[in-house]
């Protein structure tokens, strides 16, 4: 079979969105929720999503990665990269992409704000 599955709608625009563009949309969702409730405390954060981690060639963890924490300092402002790749292979389904992101986003910004991450997110708790 050639061509696209769904012809489009409009000429040269994909009908189906890309997996990453799935991605996302939905770690945005999870981040404005977070970062809204939290925005006051939190400070100037700039979020991120890469598809991969650069590893060091010295690595010597078999785990790869999920997510990426820079403390911001003065002017520059922290930095959470989320690694699509890396989450995507561990979820099964988009229920448990949903989860997994959640508790990525959760658990580094209760970091930084030295909270439990319970009490970050209700919806953390859930995901257990």
Not at 77 to 97: C, G, K, M, N, Q
Request: zero cysteines; a negative charge.
């Amino acid at each position: 079979m050639r061509g696209p599955a769904v012809v489009p709608r409009s000429p040269g625009t994909p009908e189906r969105r890309t997996r990453r563009e799935r991605f996302d949309e939905l770690a945005l969702g999870i981040v404005t929720s977070v970062d809204r409730r939290w925005q006051d405390r939190l400070g100037l954060v700039e979020y991120a999503v890469e598809d991969a981690p650069q590893v060091p060639d010295d690595w010597t963890s078999d785990q790869v990665p999920l997510s990426s924490l820079v403390r911001g300092s003065g002017a520059t402002p922290t930095r959470l990269v989320i690694f699509r790749r890396p989450i995507e292979h561990r979820a099964e389904s988009r229920t448990d992409l949903e989860a997994l992101l959640l508790t990525v986003v959760v658990e580094q910004v209760a970091e930084l704000l030295g909270l439990d991450p319970e009490q970050v997110d209700p919806r953390y708790a859930d995901d257990d």
